[in-house]
């Protein structure tokens, strides 16, 4: 499809135009929400062309769902991107794409609950083989990856929960020695503030519900494959693509829109999540109940250097610990405009405890998380409120 858009543009360029030229039908300036499954054909295997090639049957396209698809690849500089109905979805269509019975996979050790439970509980039956490693060191990492079998490492950073953050290049790096492919969620930064695949990745993960679509009103998920000219990126776009139609976990025309329509103001969006991120950083560094502060924009985090090198900023995440799991409780059940909820990444703030609620699945196991841990997704809110939201929350 053709766009207006180009690579050289601005992120904000790019979200609002890459895909988005109004529609050759009506001249609607919006992508319509084409709720169809199906196309007329010009006769037998005449496809119609127009927005793109053309279309059959709507788990194999939909103009709703390329639309979106053109927009993230944009925006994360990728060669291609493919839309899930969900971001373990898009995992699932890596690991079984990618994967076959016998091949082995390193994970983050503080991976996002459902991530480990995809590979552990569902991969692993089927002859996928794991190892936990801390992605923050390169050692470690290396001492996890088995020569001849590894054929993914899978990154995220920062992490959930624990905001740790792993060197992007220099884990591509390593991967790459061994033959092995770097896929990276990028769920928690965002194209906004790092684009992994610049960095090395072969591809990047979402869970577009969160940040990408930006409002808690989604479920998504996506896949964005390398760029370059060395055939790669298309191997890799080939492989993905046909397990999305082949397997068909695909998003809904509307779904897709709303994606679509956050990933708008993303940019917007980002900034002010970043800017609140800040202020209630240093608020809480200054209160005594407050054990220690996990945000990667801290100069003290252990990986700092390595986030200010391939991120813009740090992000609305932030987990702090208490001093003691009563303490922990007793904030997530008292703030008044941070929601005690899952998931994250919406224009409204939440707050919960990760050892009881989003990594509950994990607990006994070697990611268990601290349990006087509670973690915020830092909204746009006036700041100022929300900060005394947590004050009184404390106190
Ligand atoms: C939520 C999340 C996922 C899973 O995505 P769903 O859309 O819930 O399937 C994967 N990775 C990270 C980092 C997440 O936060």
Same mark, same amino acid.
């Given at each position: 499809?053709?766009?207006?858009?180009?690579?050289?543009?601005?992120?904000?360029?790019?979200?609002?135009?890459?895909?988005?030229?109004?529609?050759?039908?009506?001249?609607? *300036? *919006?992508?319509?929400?084409?709720?169809?499954?199906?196309?007329?054909?010009?006769?037998?295997?005449?496809?119609?062309?127009?927005?793109?090639?053309?279309?059959?049957?709507?788990?194999?396209?939909?103009?709703?769902?390329?639309?979106?698809?053109?927009?993230?690849?944009?925006?994360?500089?990728?060669?291609?991107?493919?839309?899930?109905?969900?971001?373990?979805?898009?995992?699932?269509?890596?690991?079984?794409?990618?994967?076959?019975?016998?091949?082995?996979?390193?994970?983050?050790?503080?991976?996002?609950?459902?991530?480990?439970?995809?590979?552990?509980?569902?991969?692993?039956?089927?002859?996928?083989?794991?190892?936990?490693?801390?992605?923050?060191?390169?050692?470690?990492?290396?001492?996890?990856? %088995?020569?001849?079998?590894?054929?993914? #490492?899978?990154?995220?950073?920062?992490?959930?929960?624990?905001?740790?953050?792993?060197?992007?290049?220099?884990?591509?790096?390593?991967?790459?020695?061994?033959?092995?492919?770097?896929?990276?969620?990028?769920?928690?930064?965002?194209?906004?503030?790092?684009?992994?695949?610049?960095?090395?990745?072969?591809?990047?993960?979402?869970?577009?519900?969160?940040?990408?679509?930006?409002?808690?009103?989604?479920?998504?998920?996506?896949?964005?494959? %390398?760029?370059?000219?060395?055939?790669?990126?298309?191997?890799?776009?080939? %492989?993905?693509?046909?397990?999305?139609?082949?397997?068909?976990?695909?998003?809904?025309?509307?779904?897709?829109?709303?994606?679509?329509?956050?990933?708008?103001?993303?940019?917007?969006?980002?900034?002010?999540?970043?800017?609140?991120?800040?202020?209630? #950083?240093?608020?809480?560094?200054?209160?005594?109940?407050?054990?220690?502060?996990?945000?990667?924009?801290?100069?003290?985090?252990?990986?700092?250097?390595?986030?200010?090198?391939?991120?813009?900023?740090?992000?609305?995440?932030?987990?702090?610990?208490?001093?003691?799991?009563?303490?922990?409780?007793?904030?997530?059940?008292?703030?008044?405009?941070?929601?005690?909820?899952?998931?994250?990444?919406?224009?409204?703030?939440?707050?919960?405890?990760?050892?009881?609620?989003?990594?509950?699945? *994990?607990?006994?196991?070697?990611?268990?998380?601290?349990?006087?841990?509670?973690?915020?997704?830092?909204?746009?809110?006036?700041?100022?409120?929300?900060?005394?939201?947590?004050?009184?929350?404390?106190?």
């Amino acid at each position: 499809m053709s766009t207006p858009a180009t690579p050289q543009h601005g992120f904000s360029t790019r979200a609002l135009h890459a895909g988005q030229e109004p529609d050759p039908a009506t001249g609607a *300036v *919006v992508t319509p929400i084409y709720q169809t499954s199906t196309y007329k054909q010009d006769g037998v295997g005449g496809l119609r062309t127009g927005l793109g090639t053309g279309y059959e049957y709507s788990r194999s396209g939909n103009p709703t769902r390329t639309a979106l698809e053109i927009q993230l690849a944009s925006l994360e500089q990728g060669h291609q991107a493919f839309a899930f109905a969900s971001g373990l979805a898009a995992e699932d269509a890596i690991l079984r794409a990618l994967l076959k019975p016998g091949d082995h996979v390193v994970v983050p050790n503080d991976a996002y609950g459902g991530t480990y439970r995809l590979v552990k509980r569902v991969a692993e039956p089927w002859g996928v083989e794991h190892t936990p490693a801390d992605l923050t060191s390169l050692d470690a990492v290396r001492a996890a990856i %088995r020569s001849g079998t590894t054929r993914l #490492v899978w990154v995220e950073t920062p992490t959930n929960p624990l905001l740790s953050i792993g060197d992007i290049a220099a884990l591509a790096e390593l991967a790459h020695e061994v033959g092995a492919l770097l896929v990276v969620d990028n769920t928690f930064a965002t194209p906004y503030l790092q684009t992994p695949l610049t960095l090395g990745a072969d591809l990047v993960v979402h869970s577009t519900t969160k940040y990408c679509g930006g409002h808690s009103d989604v479920v998504g998920g996506a896949v964005v494959v %390398r760029a370059g000219d060395d055939g790669r990126g298309e191997d890799l776009a080939e %492989r993905i693509g046909f397990h999305q139609n082949a397997m068909g976990a695909v998003p809904g025309a509307f779904d897709s829109w709303l994606v679509q329509r956050g990933l708008k103001t993303l940019g917007v969006r980002m900034d002010r999540h970043c800017e609140n991120a800040e202020r209630i #950083v240093e608020f809480l560094l200054g209160h005594p109940r407050v054990a220690s502060v996990l945000y990667p924009g801290l100069p003290e985090h252990t990986n700092h250097a390595v986030a200010a090198r391939q991120m813009s900023r740090f992000g609305g995440m932030i987990s702090f610990r208490t001093r003691g799991v009563e303490d922990a409780l007793q904030v997530c059940k008292s703030t008044e405009l941070f929601t005690l909820a899952e998931s994250l990444g919406g224009v409204e703030s939440l707050i919960e405890h990760p050892g009881r609620m989003t990594h509950a699945s *994990v607990a006994g196991s070697l990611l268990e998380v601290p349990d006087d841990l509670v973690r915020l997704s830092v909204g746009i809110e006036d700041v100022a409120d929300l900060i005394a939201d947590l004050d009184s929350a404390l106190a």
